[in-house]
């Protein structure tokens, strides 16, 4: 074996750091790893880094030898093992301690591993396969002279091993691997080593390999830039492989695809809408809400993003900084398109709304979903996933009941049959936003068979800056006589104070303005922050009786800064307030004197006159209106 362009990797991966420096300025971040490292040489793992898919914070002896069994009742703890990610781990220790241990344990357990692998049919799943691969490579670039550190002995079991696990992707590869993250993970392991050890992947492999990496990812990938299985989690996942071939170029001085670098680029952009100001994960789907900053640091430094993070613990994974130029600061509205995901994040609000195609077996009864965060603080959450396993936990976190969203009678129409299964699915009709100085606009559109009823749901989400209120807007359309539920799961630790309309969410500035909903509940629910976790939070829940159509309200907003009413309507020419489906106000006045009106009108009117009018006589029509004023005016 070949290590001279490893050994090149790794002299210009270190020429520009101060390992002291970068140890020191990031040190609680690498105690993360110093804390997986002394695990090891107890002969224990646990799974806590930010990217591991499946996490175990419980450590469970290491066995190599035996990866036939999970010591917790979770296969998923033996595929985590068998794709050596602790090997990385082990090469970053070495190369920034620069304790001998380290090292003897990387070499005791990647050649360990290979003596088992031939044995363990847990081993061998495309999808760890891929990741395996990827991982042996990125611990390589930390050890600086593996050509006299390993025996021929050694070298020629790394190579057969290498050999085999790359002929084995080659002809493990099915067509449902385009759709699916694990092609991208299994296909990025063949490239990595291409990159890294060109001696041991042929010329035919590697042409294969990037043509079908270029095929999977361009139908991966929404126009928008989101990954189709619809969670951050493994979006992430399949970007960080991308952008581990990009960095293998860039210090290897390759030419990299420019498609490829475009699908790239776009996918790091969107990631910025999949976490809260703290970089906290979106628990959306299949996805944990867990600190992402070193990842988005690794984004930042490599010069893919512009976020102004004061934190570099990206830096023991890219090495020296990299001198990109900076791309310009990203709008706050998500530009979405066919994805269905919406977001919008300032300074103070991170706001999503999900209405898209539920993205495989990752996916949730989750359409109409709302999640919100103020200034770090999470006011509306969604609600994880907990495991993988067929327990009840698992199906009921995927259920509309989990989710912030709408329900008639009590039964959704998005239905789980299993951990990966559905026996009915709701469907997206349409999605838009839009934003200007003074609001931002969510429009959703889903629906669904209820027996031998069609559903039908529309929901409008107004954020309107300077006021910091959310006004949400819900539109029911079902024959006959129903019950429509609303759902909002709050974040920890908010304790809710019911108030007759209001409820004050205690720890924030804001209240919940129920409106036209009769009954309310608060109920204690479970959510799942990270996988193999559970903790319990409470859900607010609005219910309203109807015929036919309903239009509800309810309204986020600063108790002790804005007042929130109603307002009525009237059709021209009429003494009395219309009905809510053809036309209501609300109307917001600040402790300043302004005062803001919103205008809605769900249905189109076809008897009668189109004109309305609404407070103090004020002319209105179109389905959305807004106006500004200073009390008096």
Not at 29 to 43: A, E, P, Q
Not at 140 to 145: H, K, Q
Not at 169 to 180: D, E
Not at 380 to 409: A, M, N, Q
């Amino acid at each position: 074996m070949d290590f001279k362009l490893i050994e090149k990797y790794n002299n210009e991966f270190f020429k520009n750091q101060s390992i002291k420096e970068e140890v020191s300025k990031n040190r609680i971040f690498f105690d993360t790893i110093i804390n997986r490292g002394n695990y090891l040489k107890k002969g224990q793992i646990i799974f806590n880094d930010s990217l591991d898919m499946e996490a175990v914070s419980t450590p469970y002896n290491l066995d190599l030898t035996n990866l036939e069994e999970s010591p917790n009742g979770d296969l998923e703890w033996c595929y985590m093992a068998s794709r050596n990610g602790y090997l990385v781990d082990l090469g970053i220790l070495y190369a920034y301690t620069k304790e001998e241990v380290y090292f003897k344990l990387w070499k005791k357990y990647l050649f360990s591993f290979i003596e088992w692998q031939e044995k363990s049919p847990h081993v061998w799943r495309s999808l760890d396969v891929g990741l395996r691969l990827n991982n042996w490579m990125k611990s390589f670039i930390y050890i600086s002279d593996l050509t006299n550190q390993l025996s021929s002995t050694e070298k020629i079991k790394l190579e057969k091993s290498i050999i085999k696990q790359i002929i084995y992707l080659k002809k493990n590869f099915p067509n449902k691997s385009y759709l699916s993250n694990w092609g991208v993970l299994a296909i990025t392991g063949v490239l990595s080593t291409s990159q890294l050890l060109p001696e041991l992947v042929d010329k035919e492999t590697e042409e294969w390999a990037w043509t079908t990496l270029t095929e999977a990812l361009e139908i991966q990938f929404y126009d928008d830039g989101i990954q189709w299985e619809q969670s951050p989690m493994y979006h992430h996942e399949v970007t960080i492989c991308m952008l581990q071939l990009w960095l293998n170029s860039y210090y290897l001085e390759h030419s990299f695809p420019a498609h490829i670098q475009s699908i790239l680029e776009k996918a790091i952009n969107v990631s910025y809408y999949y976490c809260d100001h703290a970089f906290n994960l979106l628990s959306l789907h299949d996805s944990d809400a867990v600190d992402f900053t070193y990842v988005y640091s690794i984004y930042e430094l490599l010069g893919f993003l512009d976020i102004n993070m004061n934190k570099t613990p990206g830096i023991f994974y890219t090495g020296k900084k990299i001198n990109t130029e900076k791309k310009k600061l990203l709008p706050n509205l998500f530009e979405t398109g066919e994805s269905g995901f919406l977001a919008y994040k300032d300074a103070n609000i991170y706001l999503t709304l999900f209405n898209g195609r539920h993205g495989s077996g990752h996916g949730h009864g989750s359409l109409g979903s709302i999640t919100l965060d103020y200034q770090g603080k999470e006011l509306i959450k969604d609600p994880g996933r907990y495991t993988y396993l067929e327990v009840p936990l698992r199906s009921y976190l995927k259920e509309e009941f989990s989710h912030s969203s709408l329900i008639v009678d009590g039964k959704p129409l998005t239905q789980i049959d299993s951990s990966w299964s559905y026996r009915t699915m709701a469907e997206p009709i349409f999605h838009k936003s839009f934003e200007d100085k003074e609001y931002v606009l969510f429009e959703i559109s889903w629906h669904g068979k209820q027996e031998n009823n069609l559903v039908i749901f529309k929901r409008t989400i107004i954020y309107f800056k300077k006021l910091m209120v959310i006004l949400v807007v819900n539109t029911t359309d079902c024959p006959g006589n129903h019950i429509l539920s609303t759902r909002y799961q709050m974040g920890d630790n908010l304790q809710l104070d019911k108030q007759e309309n209001n409820i004050l969410l205690k720890s924030t500035p804001f209240a919940l303005l129920v409106g036209n909903q009769a009954n309310v509940a608060i109920n204690k629910k479970t959510w799942s922050p990270k996988y193999n976790e559970k903790e319990q939070y409470e859900e607010i829940l609005l219910e309203q009786s109807f015929n036919n159509n309903l239009v509800t309200y309810e309204c986020f907003y600063p108790w002790n800064q804005v007042e929130v009413e109603k307002v009525d309507c009237y059709q021209n020419n009429q003494s009395d307030p219309c009905d809510m489906l053809l036309c209501f106000g609300v109307k917001m006045t600040t402790n300043q004197g302004e005062v803001y009106e919103y205008y809605h009108s769900a249905y189109d009117t076809f008897r009668g006159d189109k004109l309305y009018l609404g407070d103090q006589g004020r002319l209105l029509y179109g389905k959305h209106k807004i106006f500004r004023k200073k009390l008096g005016e």
